[in-house]
C-alpha cells in the first residue's frame, strides 16, 4: 500500500509538473512529496526525474514507468467513483429474515411499497421463526420480536408489541372466563411452540411482580395458523401478539381475558443488524422505511 501510494504521488508530479502543485492536490507537503518520490526511486534503484531548481523533466525510464502508474491512478480514481456512486443510493441485493406469521401479515406489504420506491434494490427473504444467525449465514438485517435484543447487535426499535390472553365466546361460556393468570391451569390452553417468546413460559406482570406460568395444555402446535383456528373453534385459550390475532379481537370472534394482566411485558418488534460503521444505504433506506410503515402505532393496533 505504501508503494501504491508513491506511485499515485509520481504520476501526480508529472501531471501538474510541480512538487508543489502536486502537493496542494494530494491535501500534503511539499517536503512529503519529495519523500515519497525518493524513496520510490530508491525502492526501484532508478532515477524517474532530472531535477535541478528550475526545471524538471522525465527519464526514459520515468516516463515509461509513468505510463504504468498514470493508469493505476485511473483504475484508482474509477474504483473510488464507483464507491461513492454505489453509497449514493440504494442498491444491490438485501438479504432479510423475519418470522413467518410476521412476513406473511405485514412484512410483505411493506417490501411491496419499498421495492416500488427502490427500483435498484432485490429482495431475498427467509421467513423463518428460527434464530438466524447474520454473520454466518450472510443476512443484512433480521426482524426480532423480543425483549432481550442480541447485545452483540445494533438493535432499532420499530413499534410496540402487545400480546393478549384470548379465547372465543363459546369457550368462555362453556368453561367460564378466568380472573387471574393462575387461573390458567384450570384452563384447556393452547401451546404455541413456535415463538422463542413462550418457550421459557407464559409471562405476566401484574403490578409490580411477574408471574410465569409453565402450561402443558391438551395441545401443543408450531403453527400460528393452526392455534388461531383451534382457538375460534372454542378448544381452548392462546396467548398471542395483536399483529398476529388483531382481526379477529376486532370481529368479536376471540375475546381478550385477563385486561388486568400485561402479558409479555417489554416485548417489542425490532430490526436488528451487524455494527457498522459505514451502513449500506439499502439497510439504511430498509430501515428508515419499516420506522415509517409500523410506527409510532403499528397498523395491527
Known amino acids: 500500500m505504501e508503494r501504491l501510494a508513491e506511485m499515485m504521488t509520481f504520476a501526480k508530479v508529472v501531471e501538474t509538473r510541480s512538487f508543489s502543485a502536486a502537493a496542494h492536490m494530494l491535501g500534503t507537503s511539499k517536503s512529503l512529496v519529495s519523500k515519497q518520490i525518493g524513496s520510490l526511486e530508491q525502492a526501484l534503484g532508478v532515477r524517474l526525474l532530472n531535477r535541478t531548481t528550475r526545471r524538471m523533466s522525465l ?4 516516463a515509461a514507468y509513468y505510463e504504468h502508474c498514470a493508469r493505476i491512478a485511473q483504475e484508482v480514481d474509477a474504483a473510488a467513483e464507483t464507491v461513492t456512486h454505489l453509497q449514493a443510493e440504494p442498491r444491490g441485493v438485501l438479504r432479510i429474515t423475519s418470522p413467518v406469521i410476521f412476513a406473511s401479515l405485514h412484512l410483505a406489504p411493506a417490501l411491496g411499497s419499498f421495492l416500488r420506491q427502490h427500483v435498484q434494490v432485490e429482495v431475498e427473504l427467509d ?11 450472510g443476512y443484512d438485517l433480521a426482524i426480532r420480536i423480543t425483549d432481550h435484543p442480541s447485545p452483540n447487535m445494533v438493535a432499532r426499535r420499530i413499534a410496540p408489541v402487545r400480546w393478549v390472553t384470548c379465547a372465543s365466546p363459546e369457550y368462555l361460556e362453556r ?8 387461573e390458567l391451569h384450570q384452563h384447556h390452553c393452547l401451546v ?5 417468546a413462550l418457550r421459557s413460559g ?5 403490578g409490580s411482580k411477574e408471574i410465569v406460568l409453565h402450561l402443558h395444555g391438551r395441545c401443543r402446535v408450531n403453527s400460528s395458523e393452526v392455534m388461531i383456528q383451534l382457538a375460534l ?13 388483531g382481526q379477529h379481537l376486532k370481529s368479536g370472534r376471540l375475546r381478550e381475558i385477563l385486561p ?3 402479558a409479555n411485558p417489554g416485548m417489542s418488534l425490532y430490526v436488528t443488524y451487524l455494527p457498522n460503521k459505514y451502513m449500506q444505504p439499502k439497510v439504511r433506506a430498509f430501515i428508515d422505511h419499516l420506522m415509517a410503515h409500523f410506527g409510532p402505532v403499528p397498523p395491527w393496533e
Request: charged share 20%; hydrophobic share 35%; glycine share 12%.
Open 192 to 196: 404455541y411452540r413456535g415463538i422463542p
Open 59 to 62: 527519464t526514459e525510464i520515468g
Open 260 to 262: 388486568d394482566s400485561i
Open 202 to 206: 407464559w409471562r405476566y406482570g401484574v
Open 175 to 182: 368453561h367460564g372466563t378466568p380472573r387471574t393468570p393462575q
Open 233 to 245: 373453534d372454542g378448544m381452548g385459550i392462546v396467548l398471542l401478539p395483536t399483529y398476529i390475532i
Open 127 to 137: 421467513a423463518s421463526d428460527r434464530v438466524v444467525d447474520l454473520v454466518e449465514e
